[in-house]
């Protein structure tokens, strides 16, 4: 198996143990309603990952980044 | 001074004066063994109050030990011993006994019962880690020291002025919760002090500008202490204060934008040190008990596993002498033992189950949840998806797979890797057993990490987190920049002031360095003469050890007089500024 396959495989048993888990062992409550949604934690580190990288990088072309001597000249 | 009280943090202070005069294994003897002792000391202390002296009618008290500030020295005397390891290769006494001092003034600050011996060992604490920076002996890092020097005599200044108008408003010098206080002067110049050790921006730029400047040695003193006492200050001072809440869940997203746009390893994690703070100060915030105890234990697990990293990234600097994520690429085939040790410590930070990340951090979030503040749960949830990103997938790629640049390599000295494995294995150890940490905390715990929702959640985030490094690889290669920060006032903006002034300044300064090179060269030089006689008399072992310092001492005195005005400028502003605090003070 080439290595993505692996990640692909390994997320697949992540986000299905994450729906099923708090079904299984129901001890531990949520402190909000979104944590209920099936598979929250998988869903909000994708979409975390993607703003992060996506708004960082926007932010750093429009307004932050300088040449490497921009504190030398 | 009692029998049963000796202070650790002077064990190291005084104990630092020896290194000097030792060779070879005796050095390397001593250098183990003061932390070690200062270690063992900590640990013997019971709670108490100890080191009580009059001095100006008021009670200066240098051991105040309760449950919190005894956990806080466990970790501070843990990493002191763990950063001497690591430096035990390095012939340079001057950045021991620099980094020794650091160690010692913090501990003396988290001793302090009150506002006199911590205003002391701040100041010592400042003075110490720019000396740190200031010892790589370049022009890149002596300017740097020099801009550490002057943001941390601004923060020394506030304190110092918050300092004496508590003390005319109250008539107490005794530290403890100022939160009575909320809204007087006095508070807020403290407050600011604080937070400008803690790095909270805007007043943090002076961390990701200094820390990546220092050697790989003193980067990893340097990683532990300013930070971390200053929670440790806040978490005395400034528990349950509502603008911290905000202030540091911001603060832990600031760092992981900014370290999306860095090219430089250790500004990199400099940045991850500025996010996971900012857990801390959120906790602060909070100021329940959980929270507490989280900013408490996050810090502790903090320290060790963030010098784990910059060990790491310090072991790749000192063996390939590269600094740049777009430099680096293929390592792990010749430094298979640091990736694995990194990867520890990249694990930890990202709050991986059995790691101490995710018994520390998760406590500060659940007390997010348990205060019902979704926003605040959400903004630290997102930064935990940023940390793993960079710590855990970015920075391991770029520096250790990736394209293959074909470096030649190898593996660091072996006590640098054996300092590694020392932080590795109390990462894993309060990952797999909390509760040796949860014990020592100030508040009784009743949290419990290992749930199954909690570990499911975080493992899908943590992976989901991947999938999007790698379907967004391609954006994030590293790019030969530099980005803005609010550095960017005294670096650059101090330029367009000098334009006015240049004239006068210059002349000024001018004068003043002729001056100072001849008073200099003759002190130095009569010090020579001097030493000179006394060796020939025959006590030449233990004056060569003092000439060395002296040496070295005005070599580097030499790198600070950078000649750049508004430098020059800005120690002026800091001295009307003490002008100030002083007629606040005489009133």
């Known amino acids: 198996m080439t290595p993505k396959r692996w990640l692909y495989a390994v997320l697949v048993v992540f986000a299905v143990g994450e729906i099923a888990g708090p079904h299984l062992f129901p001890a531990d409550h949520a402190h909000f309603w979104f944590e209920d949604i099936p598979a929250w934690g998988s869903i909000y580190g994708l979409v975390s990952c993607l703003l992060i990288i996506i708004v960082s990088k926007l932010l750093g072309k429009l307004w932050l980044t300088r040449p490497e001597n921009y504190y030398d000249s | ?587």
């Open chain 2, 1 to 587: 001074m009692t029998p049963e009280w000796i202070h650790p943090g002077l064990v190291l202070i005084a104990g630092a004066w020896i290194l000097p005069f030792c060779r070879g294994r005796a050095k390397r003897a001593v250098m183990i063994l003061l932390p070690a002792a200062a270690l063992v000391d900590c640990f013997l202390i019971q709670p108490g109050t100890y080191g009580v002296v009059r001095f100006l009618g008021q009670e200066v008290v240098f051991g105040r030990a309760d449950r919190l500030s005894l956990v806080f020295s466990y970790v501070f005397a843990l990493v002191a011993l763990v950063g001497m390891v690591y430096s035990l290769h390095v012939n340079d006494d001057a950045q021991h006994v620099a980094a020794l001092t650091y160690a010692g003034a913090a501990l003396g600050a988290v001793f302090a019962g009150d506002f006199l011996s911590l205003f002391l060992f701040w100041e010592l604490m400042a003075l110490s880690a720019a000396l740190l920076v200031l010892l790589r002996r370049r022009p890149a890092a002596s300017a740097a020291g020099f801009r550490y020097v002057l943001v941390h005599v601004f923060a020394g200044l506030c304190l110092f002025a918050g300092i004496v108008l508590h003390f005319t408003q109250t008539g107490s010098l005794s530290f403890g919760n100022l939160s009575p206080y909320a809204g007087s002067a006095a508070f807020t110049l403290i407050l600011v002090a604080f937070l400008v050790n803690a790095a909270v921006p805007p007043l943090g730029a002076w961390l990701p500008d200094a820390y990546p400047e220092a050697t790989a040695t003193s980067a990893v003193f340097l990683t532990a202490f300013t930070t971390k006492s200053a929670v440790y200050a806040l978490i005395r001072g400034f528990a349950g204060a509502e603008i911290l809440v905000w202030w540091g869940a911001a603060m832990a997203v600031y760092g992981v934008v900014y370290a999306v746009l860095e090219n430089d390893a250790r500004r990199l994690l400099a940045y991850h040190i500025i996010s996971q703070v900012g857990y801390m100060v959120c906790g602060v915030g909070l100021g329940t008990e959980l929270a507490l105890n989280g900013a408490t234990a996050h810090a502790f697990a903090h320290i060790l596993y963030k010098a784990l990293l910059f060990m790491g990234a310090g072991a790749v600097l000192q063996v390939t002498g590269l600094r740049k994520l777009s430099d680096m690429g293929g390592l792990y085939k010749t430094m298979p033992v640091t990736l694995a040790l990194y990867m520890v410590g990249a694990f930890a930070i990202s709050a991986v189950p059995l790691f101490s990340g995710f018994v520390t951090k998760s406590m500060v979030v659940s007390a997010a949840g348990e205060s019902h503040r979704p926003a605040i749960y959400l903004l630290l949830t997102l930064a935990s998806s940023g940390t793993f990103l960079h710590t855990g997938l970015k920075l391991p790629y770029y520096m250790f797979f990736g394209k293959d640049r074909g470096l030649r390599a190898q593996e660091p000295p072996r006590n640098m890797l054996v300092a590694m494995g020392l932080a590795a294995v109390a990462c894993v150890v309060i990952g797999v057993a909390p509760m040796v940490l949860y014990s020592q905390l100030p508040f009784r715990v009743d949290y419990i990490p290992y749930t199954v929702r909690h570990v499911t959640a975080t493992l899908g985030l943590l992976g989901f987190t991947a999938l999007g490094f790698f379907l967004l690889l391609e954006q994030l290669d590293p790019e030969p920049v530099v980005s803005l920060d609010t550095d960017w006032f005294y670096r650059r903006g101090g330029a367009a002031i000098q334009k006015f002034t240049q004239g006068a300044l210059a002349r000024l300064e001018g004068s003043v360095s002729r001056v100072s090179d001849v008073v200099m060269q003759r002190f130095v030089l009569d010090i020579g003469a001097q030493l000179g006689n006394i060796d020939l008399r025959g006590v030449d072992a233990i004056m060569e050890g003092v000439g060395r310092v002296t040496e070295e001492v005005s070599r580097d005195l030499t790198l600070t007089s950078t000649g750049h005005v508004q430098r020059y400028a800005l120690v002026m502003a800091a001295g009307i500024l003490a002008g100030v605090a002083l007629a606040v003070f005489a009133w």
